[in-house]
């Protein structure tokens, strides 16, 4: 099979409908419709082997999860994604990877009405790359620098099971005891099948003042917020939403794991604390947990409130390309 005989079997032939592609794959470039009253936003991200998965993950957790990280971006933005491209850098033609990447990349397509629009193909070390297109309505886009001092700072979901997953779960033998094998199982959808919180993109719309997603964990990423909007944070410990899994006994460091292991895909967000009733109140009809915890400050930097009430300052730690090597 040829470059080309394989763009048609494994991506042109999955390309889910959406009649803004006025046309995809097959030209030169991908024509789009942008509908009046609307802004692009356009992200890109790459993954590299044994840098950001392993070449021993099934190829479908591989494109799922590729595709989950990328959604994530725009989530964050309080955006819809709409288009998505790929450049695929593949060591060797492997027709089963191949099926079972497609199938993953598909599936997660089809979820998200994310049709994909176009992409490259080249031969070398296993590298993917998407760009995604998503839309928002002009002026709406939710940036990391409207963060303001008073503003509450929420999270969308517990944090830290991904995390615990890589430096415990990939390797068999490194299974603990305490585990149960469906629990197991949950630790490890949420690294390999991540949920991107598109759903909350219309409360981030209507209420947030900033807002990121949590890739690389929530005191790297509320940093983030904090330098782009000029401001410093304080977190109350006792208020961080540990994965419950993570909260049983024999589980060490939990906090760790939910402060700075990173790839949650949740979102961390601020609210002006005038509209906190209101957005809470959405939420619960849509019986979608956030959880509050801390406030922004006009002093920079990050602090963190203990358990024991002492107030200290926490440094922002999260995976750095060229620094750490993770995986
Ligand atoms: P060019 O030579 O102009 O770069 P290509 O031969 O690389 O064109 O690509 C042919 C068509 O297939 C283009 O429309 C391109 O967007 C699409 N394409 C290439 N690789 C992929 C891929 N991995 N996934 C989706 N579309 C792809
Ligand atoms: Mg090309």
């Not at 027709?95 to 031969?123: R, V």
């Not at 939990?254 to 906190?276: I, K, M, R, S």
């Not at 006009?298 to 203990?306: I, P, S, V």
Request: proline letters at 4%.
């Amino acid at each position: 099979m040829d470059e080309f005989s394989l763009i048609n079997t494994f991506f042109k032939s999955i390309s889910h409908y959406r009649d803004d592609v006025i046309f995809g794959i097959g030209d030169d470039a991908a024509c789009l419709q942008v509908p009046a009253g609307m802004q692009l936003l356009v992200s890109t991200d790459t993954l590299v082997e044994n840098i950001h998965f392993l070449s021993s993950w099934n190829a479908y957790d591989i494109a799922y999860r590729s595709l989950m990280i990328n959604i994530s971006d725009i989530a964050s933005m309080g955006a819809q994604p709409c288009w998505v491209s790929l450049a695929l850098t593949l060591p060797a033609m492997n027709t089963q990877w191949l099926q079972n990447f497609s199938q993953g990349l598909k599936d997660g397509l089809n979820e998200y009405n994310i049709a994909l629009i176009g992409g490259d193909t080249t031969c070398g070390p296993l590298t993917i790359t998407l760009t995604i297109h998503g839309l928002i309505p002009t002026g709406k886009a939710i940036r990391r620098s409207g963060a303001v001092v008073g503003d509450k700072i929420y999270v969308t979901g517990q944090l830290g099971a991904a995390a615990f997953a890589v430096s415990h779960l990939l390797q068999p033998q490194q299974l603990m005891p305490a585990i149960t094998e469906a629990d197991t199982r949950t630790l490890l959808k949420a690294l390999l099948h991540p949920t991107p919180r598109v759903d909350l993109s219309a409360y981030l719309q209507s209420f947030a003042t900033a807002a990121i997603d949590i890739s690389d964990g929530i005191s790297a990423d509320l940093n983030h917020i904090c330098v782009a909007s000029g401001v410093g944070a304080c977190i109350d410990l006792n208020k961080i939403p540990v994965h419950s899994l993570l909260r049983s006994d024999g589980i060490e460091n939990a906090l760790d794991f939910a402060l700075h292991g990173g790839d949650d895909y949740e979102l961390c967000f601020t609210v002006n604390p005038q509209n906190e009733e209101q957005l809470l109140s959405n939420l619960a009809n849509e019986r979608s947990a956030c959880y509050c915890i801390g406030i922004i400050e006009d002093t920079l930097g990050l602090r963190a409130k203990t358990v024991s009430g002492d107030v200290i300052f926490i440094e922002p730690q999260g995976y750095n390309h060229f620094k750490d090597k993770r995986v």
